[in-house]
């Protein structure tokens, strides 16, 4: 073992390991309970640094405190971003007349439109701790509107949202690291501004995002249809268009990522560069065996992926690509491998120091396992074909060749599905609850076309400013439509995709078994079997909530048995019960029943079945849960104090409550303390005779950076609704 060790530091393995040690300093910086300060993180980096230094002699010591010093770095790095990040967020819901500069203009699927604005100041009310930069949406923008206007109008504006579940994606983490304050729409149409100063207004990355616009309702205009709204998807990054249900048939067939611009885009369209060059350079033999050609080449598709970069609007994923890419092909300049595990290690090292917080999302986690999975498999394929004896290759005939050619790409592409979908899973379903059954047989259909429609998008890009693009477009809108309808059949044949929620320790598991078997190159990979074997076995040693609330009191989810999830309301948040329902693996929303005031006939709640849905009339609902406990919904204190003789949870809605039951064992749960700690997750134990239900938060306190603005909220200092005061009744003016 001490032999396959050394072999493996000997090979590099230390370098490698470096971006997983700045990521697990990051991720102990997230999971904090309270917000650190800056100085001891730093005393740490400048402990480590010098025990890492006196420690050389010993190598085994060393190594750890050069564990420990990168840990410490990964950590500061988060602190810093968060520290630098010091986004403003809306307290609390509010109303009034903004003026700002548009940021980003995003014509929506539904006929809306999404405006990114930088405030510039708001009146009637004016507020006191404004946020810097919106989003909010529009039914129509006036004629003219661009990135740079200046446009005013009244606005209801609300605070980011927290998690809609305890451990599921917290809205209110993502838009701290976005810059975005607070989110609305206008109550009237937006109005532009005339600029006092037309010379000068428009900044670069306003002239950037407006021949991105440009661009895309060009190719909108061209193409057409849903086909259209995805080219532009894929030219120029504008995806807000493209309709849901086409967005949830790629979902459930797992080929949603062709539709995110990230490695897959930037590796076509750097291929698609290369490939045209160097068949260029060989109708010049003479020039091409004289000039490192194949450099040329790399040198030209770095740039047009730097190009890509800009004009599809610098997304994150798109800038992790980048970096990845930019690397191999950089390392192609210096003659070196491309496609290499440290050229990775580069990217995540670049990625994790610039965003940190990028480090605990999907999009990073599901890219990098993907590329580290298929690297680590290319290596191992191309030692185990460079230790193999092989005869000299028969001879065939054409069509033997090409079927023998036709055979090995299709089974080169099942093994890339595979392998990056293998690495990706567990990812997956911790962040989303959701599998897609036939991913493999959607992307092997698919890829052929995505290839080639990535093509024309290039020769599109190309031939755009000469005005002969229109062909290419053509073509590529009828590549799309084959695509939409390929993937909208795939998905009518899907089974239920949703898959409940697995444990956290089975993802980081996972996670160690991953980084073993890509990064080991000796026997020392099959340490990855015992970790693996261990992630798979703890998948289901999760704990399912017996029922979800929302974080503004207004929805309540629970599970009654049979894929069935009764709901509190007839109309509810789509995004919300969607969640709701993948975590909780129902198939069916049961609405509840309502009755007129006094027309309900329980006449007692005891006596309703288990697993009954929510029964309503007046401010009550009542619901019985499989288990047997008794959950009442109020609208006010006072509907809810009769169900403090039989519920075992009761809900009000209503910020000004409080506990109206003497009773301890009755479960309480107001508005107010929802506002304070987020969406709950409530677990019944029919076991306990003295504590029948238990309750867990999304958010906890002391509040970290990204959660501060909750406390403000007038449901969390307790008060009702603002009410707007009505205007004086103007007195008769008596006769002249």
């Known amino acids: 073992m001490a032999e396959a060790a050394s072999t493996e530091l000997d090979r590099g393995i230390g370098f490698l390991l470096v971006p997983v040690f700045l990521a697990a300093g990051v991720i102990l910086y997230y999971s904090l309970s309270a917000e650190p300060d800056l100085y001891r993180p730093l005393a740490a980096v400048a402990l480590m640094a010098l025990c890492a230094a006196v420690s050389r002699p010993w190598l085994k010591t060393h190594l750890v405190f050069m564990a420990a010093l990168f840990c410490a770095l990964g950590f500061v790095a988060a602190k810093v971003e968060t520290w630098r990040a010091a986004t403003p967020m809306l307290g609390s819901e509010i109303q009034t007349r903004l003026t700002g500069r548009v940021v980003i203009a995003e014509e929506m699927a539904n006929g809306r439109v999404r405006l990114t604005i930088d405030l510039v100041s708001t009146a009637h009310p004016k507020l006191r701790y404004a946020p810097d930069r919106v989003r909010v949406s529009a039914r129509r923008i006036p004629a003219g509107m661009k990135a740079g206007s200046l446009v005013t109008g009244y606005a209801r504006l609300l605070p980011p949202t927290g998690p809609v579940r305890p451990e599921s994606y917290d809205f209110s983490f993502d838009s701290y690291f976005s810059g975005i304050g607070g989110s609305g729409f206008f109550l009237g149409d937006p109005k532009l501004i005339p600029p006092t100063d037309p010379i000068g207004q428009t900044s670069i990355a306003s002239a950037i995002e407006n021949a991105r616009e440009n661009i895309a309702d060009h190719i909108r205009s061209t193409v057409g249809g849903p086909e259209g709204e995805i080219a ?291 026997w020392l990979r099959l340490a990855a079997i015992p970790f693996a074997a261990a992630a798979v076995m703890i998948i289901p040693q999760v704990r399912t909530p017996d029922l979800l609330i929302s974080e503004d009191a207004h929805l309540v989810a629970m599970p009654i048995g049979g894929g069935e999830l009764a709901i509190n309301r007839a109309r509810s948040n789509e995004f919300t019960t969607d969640n709701w329902k993948r975590a909780l693996k129902a198939e069916t929303i049961v609405p509840p029943e309502t009755f007129a005031k006094g027309t309900l006939d329980i006449a007692d709640p005891v006596d309703l079945p288990p697993g009954s849905p929510f029964y309503c009339t007046g401010d009550l609902c009542i619901g019985r849960h499989p288990s047997g406990a008794i959950v009442a919904l109020a609208e006010k204190r006072e509907a809810a104090r009769p169900a403090c003789d039989f519920a075992d949870l009761i809900v009000i809605n209503d910020a000004t409550a409080y506990n109206p039951c003497r009773d301890p064992r009755v479960l309480v749960v107001t508005k107010r303390q929802l506002a304070r700690d987020g969406s709950a997750a409530v677990f019944f134990d029919p076991q306990s005779a003295t504590a029948r239900a238990t309750i867990q938060y999304a958010v906890e306190k002391p509040y970290r950076p990204w959660h501060e603005q909750r406390r403000y909220s007038r449901e969390a200092r307790g008060l009702a609704p603002y009410k707007k005061p009505e205007k004086p009744k103007a007195k008769p003016q008596p006769p002249q």
């Open 232 to 522: 532009a998807a894929l030219i120029v990054g504008v995806r807000a268009g493209i309709p849901e249900d086409i967005n949830e048939a790629m979902r459930r067939t797992g080929i949603y990522h062709i539709i995110s611009i990230s490695g897959l885009h930037m590796a076509l369209v750097a291929g698609t560069v290369m490939l045209l060059l160097r068949g260029a350079f060989a109708l010049f033999p003479d020039f091409s065996s004289r000039r490192p050609v194949k450099k040329y080449a790399a040198a030209i598709a770095l740039m047009s992926i730097a190009a890509y970069l800009v004009i599809s609007g610098v997304v994150v994923a798109a800038e992790r690509s980048f970096i990845m890419l930019a690397v191999m092909l950089i390392a192609v300049l210096f003659d070196r491998a491309a496609l290499t595990m440290r050229n990775l290690a580069i990217s995540a090292i670049a990625v994790i120091l610039v965003s940190p917080h990028e480090v605990v999302g999907p999009s990073f986690q599901m890219s990098f396992a993907a590329t580290a999975a298929l690297v680590g498999a290319y290596a191992g394929w191309s030692d185990y074909r460079a230790g193999k004896v092989r005869a000299p290759p028969a001879k065939r005939s054409f069509l033997r060749f090409m079927s023998h050619k036709l055979a090995v790409g299709v089974g080169g592409a099942a093994m890339t599905s595979i392998i990056a979908g293998s690495a990706t899973a567990l990812f997956a379903i911790w962040h989303f609850q959701r599998v897609s059954p036939l991913s493999l047989l959607a992307n092997l259909a698919i890829m052929p076309i995505v290839t080639i429609v990535m093509f024309l998008a290039v020769a599109s890009a190309v031939m755009m400013p000469f005005g002969f693009d229109g062909p290419f477009l053509y073509l590529m809108g009828k590549g799309l439509a084959a695509m939409i309808a390929i993937s909208a059949w795939i998905s009518e044949w899907s089974p239920v995709d949703a898959v409940g929620l697995i444990s956290i320790h089975s993802v980081l598991l996972a996670t160690i078994a991953l980084v073993i078997a890509t990064m080991a190159t000796t």
